[in-house]
């Protein structure tokens, strides 16, 4: 921080038109909700990944922190907005992710990673429940994971090891 105010008057409108230019190309991905530069996205155009599992998390900071663990070879949906525990039903998460799971949809496992929280685990047991008739694997982050604890503030051993001990639903 220091450095740019020393240099405010060279080095400061570059960055700021770098920013912007990275502002100006962001999109969300119109399949998982991941923001990158190109829609679909780098990890759902990625053929090397597993498009038998999927992976659900509460927003794009959260993948993001799973993802730098590189433990996770599948695909990702990004909730943007979870159940409130307080507001009951009154917001609810948008409802692509059993959409995604439907039948011939190829996905065998679906990975609720959402934060250690009430209102994560609330939002995790409702995704269960829809998903509770569908021909797939339901399985959640084992919670070595603090409670209370928000998954983009995870280091990436704690992260790593809560998705190997991922356990049913
Ligand atoms: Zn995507």
């Known amino acids: 921080m220091l450095w740019l105010?020393?240099?405010?008057?060279?080095?400061?409108?570059?960055?700021?038109?770098?920013?912007?230019?990275v502002r100006q190309n962001l999109v969300e991905c119109r399949t998982c909700g991941n923001v990158d530069t190109t829609d679909p996205c780098g990890i759902c155009a990625d053929p090397r990944r597993d498009a038998r599992a999927?992976?659900?998390?509460?927003?794009?900071a959260d993948l993001w922190a799973l993802d730098r663990a590189r433990l996770f070879t599948g695909r990702?949906?990004?909730?943007?907005?979870?159940?409130?525990?307080?507001e009951g039903a009154a917001r609810r998460p948008d409802d692509r992710?059993?959409?995604?799971?439907?039948?011939?949809?190829?996905?065998?496992?679906?990975?609720?990673?959402?934060?250690?929280?009430?209102?994560?685990?609330?939002?995790a047991h409702y995704i269960a429940e829809r998903l509770e008739d569908l021909p797939v694997r339901v399985t959640q982050l084992a919670h070595g994971l603090p409670v209370g604890g928000e998954l983009d503030y995870m280091d990436e051993g704690t992260l790593a090891q809560a998705l190997r001990a991922r356990r049913p639903v």
Request: charged share 20%; with cysteine; glycine share 10%.
């Open 5 to 21: 105010i020393k240099r405010r008057e060279s080095a400061l409108p570059q960055l700021l038109a770098a920013l912007d230019t």
């Open 54 to 60: 999927l992976c659900v998390v509460e927003d794009v």
């Open 76 to 86: 990702y949906h990004v909730l943007g907005g979870r159940l409130s525990a307080l």
């Open 97 to 123: 992710p059993p959409a995604r799971t439907g039948a011939g949809r190829g996905i065998d496992e679906v990975v609720l990673a959402m934060n250690a929280t009430l209102e994560g685990q609330t939002t």
